[in-house]
């Protein structure tokens, strides 16, 4: 009998080598396939026919493939071209720097191709997209899909599993699909946001009848995931409501003061606006559960040594917990520098520690001896134990699991916690995603901070961009190159950062060139980050792994290749790891993707990273950029903060409402519901909210 749960492998037309492939498109179950939905649709009344095509215009048009080659130019770059034909006309396609693209396009499939129309040598067209609607092989009606009428969905697809295979399987079980949706949705907030019925929304997503229909599916679809989302953190604002008091923390300016007198530098305005709101949760008697967000180089770090003062003036532990053992050892060193005035050494706990010293560490803890500590995971494994743990305090909250987190604040009795993020997010997003927590946001940097200058190169500058990471390497600075991805591929046709170390040990000679990745070992990855940060290495080839690094102060040239590949914020990360210090730095983005480099130089030409995460929304969506906020935690597909405002707004007061009178979806009316909360967020009623 066909369930919600019903693993997809055993749909006709499917099997276990299309369900290890719907697997990596995160599709499992019949419950997964349904919100598999059309990234875009193919409107007939959008595709202009070839001979109506003019130059300077943005054009769709859908031809056959009936040449192509790739054809090399003098500066030495490849550009992939293709010569398509409609009933009207043919027309030239040209991809620069594509050549990969001649192993998947292939003369006599129906292609389906949007962007600019320049004159060259006659009309040629300039893709920013590619679609192959029907192979050669397929039968003239399957091929038809630029028949007038039609609307055809376009899905999310991978390797071994097409788009056109997705939608023909998808098309055949809809119907049967359908009996099985469960309408959970309490049908106040369905009329409130007068949204349809679950399954007439599947319906308009996956077959809609006239264009523009599918709209309608996914405001209903996005209403669902927000209302879950709202009940999680509803529920957390309830836990939070009716957890134990936090520690009693009392204003005595013993050491906090201490600390201010005798910091090398003035606080900005934001820092003491964080440090009031921390203060006034730590003393307010009841418990903080507080996230400080800040973009890179704000000075968070400084912000919660005043918070972990606070805790230690008044009795209690506090404990600093990075996701690295590399980033812890770096803060041990910073607090050790801001707390030499005080005579305080904070402790350090590393799971690399030899056993003797761990032991010694935890007698430390254990005994209160030791009021700070610095440490990683080996905080909270079972056998280290805290005499007054009274504050928590996490860096890049968002790479532990919520379990991690959980183990180390259950040391203590209802300790405060302090979650910090380098991740800038539109305040819109992070009252979506962290209703349940209070926010103190830092955007200013410090005045004795010197902007990176960023600049957007081709790849025919790339020998002078070499050039110029030799000099600043050789004058004793270092740099690093970053790819965004380690191997090379059939598939793609990108540098990696494998093969293009070797290269530029060759190249760089005698500048000493190393490699990381995300598939070294921790030990040989962080022994590496180790080296460069000591200055035994010139240049490190990197994928995004070190997006979340350590400090290299004497690292002042970032080149990142294929720049295009990345979103905003994830190239801001990147390059938040030059500028660390007190001379000129330099960020150089190579591509030979001449649409991309607008979107560049947009990235260019701020260093905010609010900002940045604005342009990311706008570009990328909400899904994308919020991605998946922890294990077991949130993973947003649907919703558009900017269109959907109203929706989640009503979602929010109906999620309070339903908490305020079922907190644990218990009644029987809601176990439907619960199911689906279950399902979305793994043990997301039990462990959602942190403490």
């Known amino acids: ?70 054809v090399p130019t003098r500066r030495r770059l490849r550009i992939f071209r293709a010569v398509l034909r409609d009933d009207t006309g043919v027309i030239e396609c040209a991809w620069p720097g594509q050549a990969f693209l001649d192993r998947t396009i292939k003369q006599g499939q129906l292609l389906l191709v949007t962007g600019p129309v320049k004159y060259y ?84 997503v996956h077959r809609p009848a006239v264009a523009g229909a599918w709209e309608i599916g996914r405001r209903r679809l996005a209403l669902d995931e927000l209302f879950d989302l709202q009940l999680v953190v509803a529920r957390a604002r309830h836990l939070a409501k009716s957890a134990p008091k936090g520690p009693s923390f009392a204003i005595r300016k013993e050491l906090t003061s201490a600390l201010k007198a005798g910091l090398p530098f003035d606080l900005t305005a934001e820092q003491k606006r964080s440090i009031r709101e921390i203060t006034g949760d730590m003393t307010s008697g009841r418990r903080m559960h507080r996230l400080l967000m800040g973009d890179v180089g704000t000075g968070k770090t400084v912000v ?35 707390l030499a005035p005080l005579g305080i050494v904070p402790a350090l706990l590393l799971g690399r520690l030899a056993a003797s010293d761990k032991a010694a560490v935890r007698a430390q803890l254990a005994s209160g001896a030791a009021r700070l500590v ?23 909250q968002h790479r532990f699991g919520v379990e991690q987190r959980a183990a180390l604040i259950e040391k203590g009795e209802a300790p405060d916690v302090l979650l910090l993020s380098a991740t800038p997010i539109p305040r819109s997003l992070a009252l979506t995603l962290y209703g349940d927590l209070d926010i103190s946001v ?22 002078a961009v070499y050039r110029f990471l030799r000099e600043r390497c050789e004058t004793g600075r270092q740099a690093y190159v970053v790819y965004p991805v380690i191997d090379e591929s059939e598939r793609v046709d990108l540098k990696a950062a494998t093969t293009m170390a070797e290269e530029l040990t060759r190249r760089l000679a ?20 180790r080296r460069f940060r000591d200055g035994a290495i ?39 790891r030059v500028g660390r210090g007190a001379e000129e730095s330099h960020c150089v983005l190579l591509t030979d993707d001449a649409a991309a480099r607008v979107r560049l130089r947009r990235f260019a030409r701020t260093t905010d990273g609010f900002k940045i995460a604005e342009l990311d929304l706008r570009e990328r969506g909400m899904g994308e950029l919020a991605g998946t906020r922890q294990a077991g935690g949130f993973s947003l597909r649907f919703a558009d903060l900017e269109r959907d405002a109203d929706l989640i707004d009503l979602a929010r007061r109906a999620a309070l409402d339903l908490v305020a009178h079922d907190p644990t979806l218990s009644d029987r009316t809601h176990a439907a519901l619960r199911r689906r909360i279950e399902r979305r967020y793994e043990r997301g009623m039990e462990l959602f909210r942190v403490g």
């Not at 610095?374 to 890049?396: K, S």
Request: aromatic share 4%; no cysteine.
């Open 1 to 70: 009998m066909l369930r919600l749960d019903t693993p997809v492998q055993f749909l006709k037309g499917v099997g276990p080598q299309r369900a290890d492939a719907f697997a990596r498109l995160g599709v499992r179950t019949v419950e997964d396939l349904l919100h598999h939905i059309p990234h875009r649709y193919l409107d007939a009344t959008t595709v202009t026919p070839v001979a109506r095509v003019t130059v300077g215009a943005e054009a769709t048009i859908v031809g056959r493939v009936v040449s192509k080659a790739v």
């Open 304 to 338: 919660a040594l005043f918070a972990m003062l606070l805790a230690a003036e008044n009795g209690y532990q506090a404990v600093f917990m990075a996701p690295t053992e590399l980033l812890a050892e770096q803060h041990a060193r910073t607090l050790t520098d801001l």
């Open 510 to 529: 005698p500048l000493e060139v190393a490699l990381v990745h995300g598939r070294l070992k921790a030990e040989e990855r962080d022994e590496t980050m």
């Open 538 to 576: 010139h240049v490190l080839v990197a994928t995004t792994v070190i997006e979340v690094g350590i400090d290299v102060p004497n690292a002042t040239v970032m080149v990142i290749e294929h720049p295009e590949r990345f979103g905003l914020a994830q190239l801001h990360q990147l390059r938040g």
């Open 442 to 463: 830092l955007r200013q940097k410090p005045l004795r901070q010197v902007p990176v200058k960023t600049g957007v190169r081709a790849g025919a500058d790339r020998e």
């Open 121 to 204: 040598h006659g009309r040629q067209m300039m893709p920013r997209e590619q679609i192959v609607l029907a192979d050669p092989d397929e039968v003239e009606a399957e091929g038809r899909d630029d028949s007038a009428g039609l609307v055809l969905p376009v899905y999310p697809a991978t390797e071994g599993l097409t788009h056109r295979q997705i939608r023909r399987l998808i098309h055949e079980h809809l119907d049967t699909l359908l009996t099985v949706v469960e309408d959970t949705l309490p049908d106040a907030l369905r009329r409130a946001a007068d949204a349809p019925a679950l399954g007439e929304a599947f319906l308009a």
């Open 374 to 396: 610095v440490g990683t995971h080996a905080l909270f494994q079972g056998q280290t134990a805290f005499h007054r743990l009274g504050l928590v305090v996490i860096d890049e």
